[in-house]
């Protein structure tokens, strides 16, 4: 096994990224850090509500600066970012330098749209199906940047998704 890989998901909102990290992590042993959840911890403040009352420039900048606390901390072997982290070209290479692997969960946006619907989880670049698909046309040009390419297929639940990665990415045997 691939025991010294470390792993960045991207991929759109809705798409699973939390949940599979949290199987993913749990499969191979180790720790995860959800790049959401780190933000809000650290500054106290929902991420909703910093986009809300801040503008989303300003909430990229807060989250390239987390992202760079996050990278440099070598504890966390799986980051779940949040689904804009990887469109920005400075936490791409931020990412680069720390030789992260970056694993691009792709699916549809009927998938991702279905996801976001459900969730209590406020998402204020997703408001309306029309604005969050052309968010998600528009990115899919940077996902497709990511080392791998993993096709997420509606019918499997995060956990075999999350076990397929260990297998492929890190050559784990079940
Ligand atoms: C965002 C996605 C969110 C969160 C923020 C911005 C985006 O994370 O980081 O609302 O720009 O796509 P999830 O992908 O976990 O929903």
């Not at 691939?2 to 599979?20: A, P, Y």
């Not at 959800?34 to 929902?46: G, H, K, P, T, V």
């Not at 998938?111 to 969730?119: A, K, L, P, V």
Request: charged share 35%.
């Amino acid at each position: 096994m691939d025991k010294e890989r470390r792993i960045i998901l991207t991929g759109f909102m809705g798409v699973g990224k939390s949940t599979i990290a949290r199987f993913l992590a749990s499969l191979l042993d180790c720790k995860k850090i959800d790049l959401d959840i780190f933000i809000e911890q650290n500054e106290q403040m929902r991420i909703a509500e910093i986009i809300k009352s801040a503008g989303e420039a300003h909430y990229r900048r807060i989250e390239t600066e987390n992202l760079r606390r996050v990278l440099i901390c070598d504890e966390a072997q799986i980051i779940a970012l949040g689904g804009g982290a990887w469109t920005i070209e400075e936490n791409r290479r931020l990412i680069k330098e720390r030789d992260f692997t970056t694993v691009w969960l792709e699916s549809s946006f009927e998938h991702c749209w279905r996801n976001i619907r459900q969730s209590k989880r406020e998402r204020p670049l997703a408001v309306n199906k029309q604005i969050a698909a052309k968010l998600f046309d528009e990115r899919q040009r940077f996902y497709c940047l990511a080392d791998w390419h993993f096709v997420i297929k509606p019918e499997l639940t995060s956990f075999e998704i999350a076990r397929k990665i260990a297998e492929e990415v890190f050559s784990m045997r079940f």
